[in-house]
């Protein structure tokens, strides 16, 4: 029986969907035991590789919760894992991901254990702060740190080493000792457990530097009946703390009594003061989101406090539980990579086995005659399997994406997540945030602008007073806007002796004696403040919110905050009421304060470079349409000349409003159900630009649900019947006409206004549904969500919300996403190279022994190591470590390894160096050469004339190969500047092209085991005919690359 998980905000990006209690049957693990005996520890191996194999074979599901022994839990995107069952004070658990769930009984839901708040009255979180003992609260929560987990060293060996291509490669070592091949074996597991203890080197190195980031060593005043100070590690959640300053928080708690201004750097990327106060009605429900104006958050440093009065808090959640837990999980737990290409190369690999077997199958027709023992023709064909499944190839894979990470972290970009290299190179469309992203954080006042002369010094009196700016250190900090808007107006502002500030110009001056800061929900911020005579009420903010709180609207302020959006400059509406009885709401508009958000330096160049390589580009801002469209307009998202409807929504009358131009054309809600409306809007030719609202009103016919559709996670109460998966999750839709709609407007829009971060996610979510590879850029904590979402994320803070981004750029430039992306087309054409690469070598190998076997011949122990190891390792490691092309390509490479590009360039390769072998081989014939061997052949001799041919070809070709498989344009650097790549086959050349043409000197025929008197003067036609093949093999493959090449076009999907 399964039940269903009521998911919690903790859980962050990854939520679980189910619960199966299960039970692990004991007479199953004999009778693995036994079968493993059998099989030589295959099944035990398989049982470990496949989690439904093991699942479904150790493991069954109970009706009763208490006879399991371990659970099944499925996430949402449609993971699934058995966890061990466990017990604490009587309740049954189980941890997933470094959180603990358990069992309610009166929801019959699993859920997170935590210290619950969401919903709960403030007054009923502060009367049950204590109902568990302090070492219940320790086992529930744990303690108050991020503990990052590291994986013993056995432990990691075996994983690493017990995988599907370790397990061939032991095979093939067997397979190797059973031909008395010693050297070339131990190499290979010399090679390969370098190469894990390097890769466990650099994961403790990298969680080491984890532990680093997640430690916040501190003491704490923690407040009971006395004060007294602890370690910041043993706070509990319900625990009360005093806030001081200087102090950064190691857990997420809430103000009870004071307020503080505080740094969210560490959250945000914006080193800004922000002011948090006291939750005010202890009798409401609480929720982070809502009241997040009262709430500090784990990794926050309290900059002041109120000197008036204690300031205290209380402990809601600690550790993983944390905002800034859920950060770390992120980076420890990130979303399994796309398979895609391993399984079209798996698929690739099983044909080219089944034509190794094949012909090895019609050779056993010229072998059995010659009378092989049976156990050399059996060990020959097991050769040939492990020839076909290159058993070191992940090793290169890897190597690709760390050598890409490397160079990235040498121009300060960062990257967390070596796999997510490889989507990059896949990506087709880009998203980015406005403000911090394609525009500096710096703002430039322009002018102070009111509907009335007379209000001018009222404008500045509200520009005086309206803000919430600290005297820290000497310095004046707070909102950079804020810093000048006072700088701008040139009034002195004093903060000696006062509860808040006063500011003062000539003999003008206020005192503020309230502040109401900022609240998103109602777009502006307002302050009392008195001239000593009068009390007064300034604000600022939204100019439509402002606007539509006063008295008396004026259209014509609404025209001028048009004309200056319009041209992309940053607006905040004025307003003010003369306090007298009461405070009354109504406010007196009085106009704008104007200002600019420049573009970075290289924002356009940077577009253009991303739409010249076919890229997609939009924004998607929280700013206001006109803004975001003249932003989009002037970094080249949209070009400057383009006409751009917006398309919004009116909540209070119900209506969507078209905006084309200066006509304004409202349509009642209705009409979206004849879908005309957004129809025409697709079918003009003009740009289109969506407001959050019409995102959230055309939300109603969506709903985000699991993959396996057993629950919902909905955005509206509809319900729904059509269903397509994303990659984290699934949208789904009521009405398929409306989805085709939907999906083509998101497709079209170039510009997204006054999204929401949630808005923003959805909309990255709705792009990967149409299969679009998107990647999502921003600066702050309010796009983690759509870069989480996203394929591949890049962010420009180094703050702990960068670590929800596989890549975080030290400079603030641009740049970043063009290099990101190169390195990611260069990694996957790398990688291809690599496969084909070997592919290709084994197959020649295995034609050569093939051919050898005729005259009961095969490699010496050298030549083995030399055709295995020595000629290709350093060129396969070198050729791993090539750097992109400087100019950014408007192809993506064709990872699919079955498709018939690449296979035709693999069996290209094969096909001319084989015929090379085979007219050698028949060269070698027309000679008075014979062989002897006795019969039945027992073992193979290891030199001869057929071997000497066969080795020196081999020699040639594989440095040919390296040449011809190297794709420089447009992902790479051209051959030649891989200097060391360059180096090593020209050497390789020159060793085969001197062991052809001087095969007589004697001490060198020793070393490579060659015969001395092979040529006798026909060197140079076999050389020929080596050096004439490879030519045609490298022009045909450049025919191949110019007429089918293996990459294509970016399309986009709609």
């Known amino acids: 029986?399964?039940?269903?998980?009521?998911?919690?905000?903790?859980?962050?990006?990854?939520?679980?969907?189910?619960?199966?209690?299960?039970?692990?049957?004991?007479?199953?693990?004999?009778?693995?035991?036994?079968?493993s005996i059998m099989t030589g520890c295959m099944f035990a191996l398989a049982l470990r590789w496949s989690k439904k194999l093991y699942n479904w074979f150790l493991f069954t599901p109970c009706n009763v919760e208490e006879t399991g022994t371990h659970y099944r839990v499925d996430t949402q995107n449609g993971q699934q894992f058995t966890l061990e069952k466990q017990q604490m004070n009587g309740i049954y658990y189980f941890t997933f991901r470094l959180l603990k769930y358990a069992f309610d009984p009166k929801t019959q839901c699993y859920q997170p254990i935590e210290f619950e708040t969401d919903g709960k009255l403030i007054k009923d979180i502060i009367a049950n702060r204590n109902v568990l003992t302090q070492n219940l609260k320790i086992q529930y929560y744990?303690?108050?740190?991020?503990?990052?987990?590291?994986?013993?060293?056995?432990?990691?060996?075996?994983?690493?080493?017990?995988?599907?291509?370790?397990?061939?490669?032991?095979?093939?070592?067997?397979?190797?000792?059973?031909?008395?091949?010693?050297?070339?074996?131990?190499?290979?597991?010399?090679?390969?457990?370098?190469?894990?203890?390097?890769?466990?080197?650099?994961?403790?190195?990298?969680?080491?530097?984890?532990?680093?980031?997640?430690?916040?060593?501190?003491?704490?005043?923690?407040?009971?009946?006395?004060?007294?100070?602890?370690?910041?590690?043993?706070?509990?959640?319900?625990?009360?703390?005093?806030?001081?300053?200087?102090?950064?928080?190691?857990?997420?708690?809430?103000?009870?009594?004071?307020?503080?201004?505080?740094?969210?750097?560490?959250?945000t990327g914006e080193n800004v003061p922000i002011p948090k106060t006291?939750?005010?009605?202890?009798?409401?429900?609480?929720?982070?989101?809502?009241?997040?104006?009262?709430?500090?958050?784990?990794?926050?440093?309290?900059?002041?406090?109120?000197?008036?009065?204690?300031?205290?808090?209380?402990?809601?959640?600690?550790?993983?539980?944390?905002?800034?837990?859920?950060?770390?999980?992120?980076?420890?737990?990130?979303a399994p990579p796309s398979q895609r290409f391993y399984i079209q190369a798996a698929k690739f690999i099983l044909s080219f086995a089944t034509i190794i077997a094949v012909v090895y199958g019609f050779m056993l027709i010229k072998y059995i005659p010659m009378e092989f023992k049976t156990s050399l023709l059996v060990l020959r064909f097991l050769?040939?399997?492990?020839?076909?499944?290159?058993?070191?190839?992940?090793?290169?894979?890897?190597?690709?994406?760390?050598a890409s990470l490397v160079r990235l972290s040498s121009i300060g970009i960062n990257g967390s997540n070596a796999d997510k290299i490889e989507s990059a190179g896949r990506i087709d469309t880009c998203c980015f945030d406005k403000t911090g992203t394609l525009t500096t954080l710096g703002l430039k006042a322009i002018k102070v602008w009111t509907h009335d002369q007379s209000l001018e010094q009222i404008a500045n009196y509200?520009?005086?007073?309206?803000?919430?700016?600290?005297?820290?250190?000497?310095?004046?900090?707070?909102?950079?806007?804020?810093?000048?808007?006072?700088?701008?107006?040139?009034w002195k502002i004093n903060f000696e002796g006062k509860s808040f500030f006063s500011v003062k110009k000539d003999q003008q001056e206020f005192e503020i004696i309230k502040i109401f800061d900022?609240?998103?929900?109602?777009?502006?911020?307002?302050?009392?403040?008195?001239?000593?005579?009068?009390?007064?009420?300034?604000?600022?903010?939204?100019?439509?919110?402002?606007?539509?709180?006063?008295?008396?609207?004026?259209?014509?302020?609404?025209?001028?905050?048009?004309?200056?959006?319009?041209?992309?400059?940053?607006?905040?509406?004025?307003?003010?009421?003369?306090?007298?009885?009461?405070?009354?709401?109504?406010?007196?508009?009085?106009?704008?304060?104007?200002?600019?958000?420049?573009?970075?330096?290289?924002?356009?160049?940077?577009?253009?470079?991303?739409?010249?390589?076919?890229?997609?580009?939009?924004?998607?801002?929280?700013?206001?349409?006109?803004t975001t469209i003249y932003c989009a307009k002037i970094s080249g998202i949209i070009d400057i000349n383009s006409e751009v409807i917006i398309l919004d929504y009116n909540s209070s009358k119900r209506q969507i409003v078209i905006i084309d131009n200066d006509n304004q054309t409202n349509y009642d809600e209705n009409a979206i159900e004849n879908q005309n409306v957004i129809d025409e809007v697709i079918r003009n030719h003009k740009m289109t630009a969506i407001t959050g609202k019409f995102l959230e009103f055309i939300s109603k016919f969506l709903t985000i649900v699991n993959p396996n559709r057993d629950t919902s996670i909905s955005m509206t109460q509809n319900t729904s019947s059509n269903q397509i998966f994303t990659e984290n999750n699934a949208i789904e839709y009521d009405d398929t006409k409306m989805k085709e709609i939907t999906m083509k407007l998101i497709s079209k829009t170039r510009v997204f206004a006054r999204q929401k971060p949630e808005q923003k996610k959805q909309i990255v979510a709705m792009l990967q549904e149409m299969g679009r590879q998107v990647m999502m850029t921003g600066d702050g904590a309010n796009d983690c969500s759509a870069i989480a979402q996203a394929q591949v994320g890049i962010s420009f803070s180094e703050s702990d919300a960068s670590y929800t981004a596989p890549f975080s750029s030290k400079s603030t430039s641009l740049k970043c996403c063009v290099q990101v992306l190169a390195q990611g087309k260069a990694a996957i054409m790398t990688i291809i190279e690599v496969f084909q690469y070997q592919l290709s070598v084994n197959g020649i190998k295995f034609a050569a022994v093939t051919i050898m076997f005729l005259e009961v011949q095969n490699f010496s122990e050298f030549q083995t190591v030399y055709v295995g190891f020595i000629s290709n390792i350093p060129l396969l490691i070198f050729l791993c470590i090539s750097s992109p092309a400087t100019e950014l390509a408007e192809y993506i490479p064709l990872d699919d390894q079955f498709s018939y590009q690449n296979q035709i360039q693999i069996y290209t390769n094969i096909f001319f160096a084989v015929l090379g072998l085979c007219i050698n081989y028949g060269i070698l014939n027309t000679t008075d050469r014979f062989f002897e061997y006795s019969k039945p052949i027992e073992k193979f001799q290891r030199e001869g004339y057929l071997n000497s041919i066969m080795f020196l070809s081999l020699m040639y070709y594989f440095m040919s190969f390296g040449v011809s498989i190297y794709i420089s344009n447009p992902f790479k650097v051209k051959y030649y500047k891989n200097i060391l790549l360059t180096l090593w086959t020209t050497l390789g050349f020159v060793v085969a092209i001197v062991s052809f043409i001087f095969p007589q000197r004697a001490t060198w025929c020793d070393v490579i085991d060659i015969k001395e008197d092979t040529f006798e003067g026909f060197n140079w036609v076999v050389l020929t005919v080596v050096i004439v093949t490879s030519f045609l093999g490298f022009f045909f493959q450049a025919l191949l690359q110019r007429y089918i090449p293996s990459m294509y076009k970016i399309t986009h999907k709609s």
């Open 1 to 35: 029986m399964s039940y269903r998980v009521n998911n919690a905000e903790i859980e962050g990006q990854h939520p679980l969907l189910k619960v199966t209690p299960v039970r692990f049957l004991r007479i199953r693990l004999i009778l693995t035991i036994i079968i």
């Open 142 to 267: 744990g303690k108050c740190q991020l503990q990052i987990p590291i994986q013993p060293l056995p432990e990691f060996l075996f994983e690493h080493l017990t995988g599907p291509f370790n397990i061939l490669q032991y095979f093939a070592v067997a397979v190797w000792f059973a031909q008395n091949s010693i050297t070339f074996p131990i190499l290979i597991l010399a090679f390969t457990a370098i190469a894990v203890i390097v890769n466990y080197i650099l994961y403790r190195r990298s969680r080491s530097l984890l532990q680093k980031l997640a430690n916040i060593h501190q003491n704490v005043i923690l407040k009971s009946d006395t004060l007294k100070t602890v370690n910041g590690s043993e706070l509990l959640p319900g625990d009360y703390i005093i806030l001081q300053e200087g102090q950064q928080l190691n857990c997420d708690c809430a103000i009870l009594q004071g307020d503080v201004m505080v740094n969210e750097a560490t959250l």
């Open 278 to 334: 006291s939750l005010p009605d202890h009798s409401a429900k609480f929720n982070f989101e809502t009241l997040n104006q009262h709430c500090l958050f784990e990794g926050t440093n309290i900059v002041k406090v109120n000197s008036t009065t204690e300031n205290v808090a209380i402990v809601l959640r600690t550790g993983f539980s944390s905002l800034r837990g859920q950060y770390f999980r992120n980076v420890l737990f990130p």
């Open 383 to 402: 050769d040939n399997i492990v020839w076909s499944i290159p058993p070191s190839m992940p090793i290169f894979f890897n190597i690709c994406k760390t």
């Open 462 to 490: 509200i520009l005086a007073c309206c803000h919430h700016l600290l005297l820290i250190n000497g310095e004046l900090q707070g909102d950079p806007l804020e810093i000048e808007m006072l700088n701008f107006i040139g």
């Open 518 to 626: 900022f609240s998103s929900a109602r777009q502006m911020m307002s302050v009392i403040a008195t001239d000593g005579t009068n009390f007064y009420l300034f604000s600022k903010g939204s100019p439509e919110m402002i606007n539509q709180q006063s008295q008396d609207k004026k259209q014509v302020v609404l025209d001028e905050v048009k004309k200056y959006a319009s041209n992309g400059f940053r607006v905040l509406g004025l307003g003010y009421h003369l306090q007298r009885e009461e405070l009354e709401t109504q406010l007196n508009i009085v106009g704008m304060f104007v200002l600019e958000n420049p573009l970075k330096d290289d924002t356009p160049q940077v577009i253009q470079i991303l739409r010249n390589s076919g890229l997609d580009i939009k924004v998607i801002s929280g700013d206001s349409p006109l």
